[in-house]
Each structure stands twice: as structure tokens, then as C-alpha cells.
Nanobody, 124 residues
């Protein structure tokens, strides 16, 4: 099974930037689409971004499109999320998933192994 460890979160002012990382271990880095999700207090986990194995295709939720950039380095077994122009509504715990799939119009993390997440807090 794959173990995922997210890092890079923190406290930042609105308009600032953060870069999240998700490092995988335990077995070969995912050969499929990987992605980021987030969960704010009192809300359900929601899709943020996904990227194909080659990195040639990326997908974003409307709320982050144009501000966030997902990337991956398969040689380093690491997934990234560059977050710019952060807003208070981006505050959440961010998680990565090693197998993200599209069901209709909904992206879901189908790998049952989630990391512990990394907290992102954006102050106004």
C-alpha cells in the first residue's frame, strides 16, 4: 500500500502563497491520476485539483482555477500544489490522494489511504 505525507501548510495573509507537497512511499508512485482535496471545518471534503501521470493533463475546481497549479515529479514520488493569491475561503486541511477519478462531474479520491493532511490558514 502507499503511504502519503502532506506538508507545506501554514498561516499566510490573504494574497500570499504557499506550496504544498505530498510525498508517497511504500510502493511505486501512483501510475494514475493523483489529486488534492481539502476540508474546511464543518464542511465535506472537496476536490481541488488533479493531474495525470505524465503531467500533461490537469484539472481544477472553479474556485481555484487560475490561482493554484498542480504538478508532480514521479522521480521524486512527490505531488505539489502551488497556491497563489490565497483567500480566507481557502482555509482548510489539504489532503492528497493517489488515485483520483471522475464520476460524472465529480472527482473522487478512490485510494482508501489518505495522509494526515496539512493545515492551510489564510487570514484576512
Amino acid at each position: 500500500q502507499v503511504q502519503l505525507v502532506e506538508s507545506g501548510g501554514g498561516l499566510v495573509q490573504a494574497g500570499g502563497s504557499l506550496r504544498l507537497s505530498c510525498t508517497a512511499s511504500g510502493r511505486t508512485f501512483s501510475s494514475g491520476t493523483m489529486g488534492w482535496f481539502r476540508q474546511a471545518p464543518g464542511k465535506e471534503r472537496e476536490f481541488v485539483a488533479a493531474i495525470s501521470w505524465s503531467g500533461g493533463r490537469t484539472y481544477y475546481s472553479d474556485s481555484v482555477k487560475g490561482r493554484f497549479t498542480i504538478s508532480r515529479d514521479n522521480a521524486k514520488n512527490t505531488l505539489y500544489l502551488q497556491m497563489n493569491s490565497l483567500k480566507p475561503e481557502d482555509t482548510a486541511v489539504y489532503y492528497c490522494n493517489a488515485d483520483v477519478r471522475l464520476y460524472g462531474s465529480n472527482w473522487r479520491g478512490t485510494n482508501p489511504h489518505w495522509g494526515q493532511g496539512t493545515q492551510v490558514t489564510v487570514s484576512s
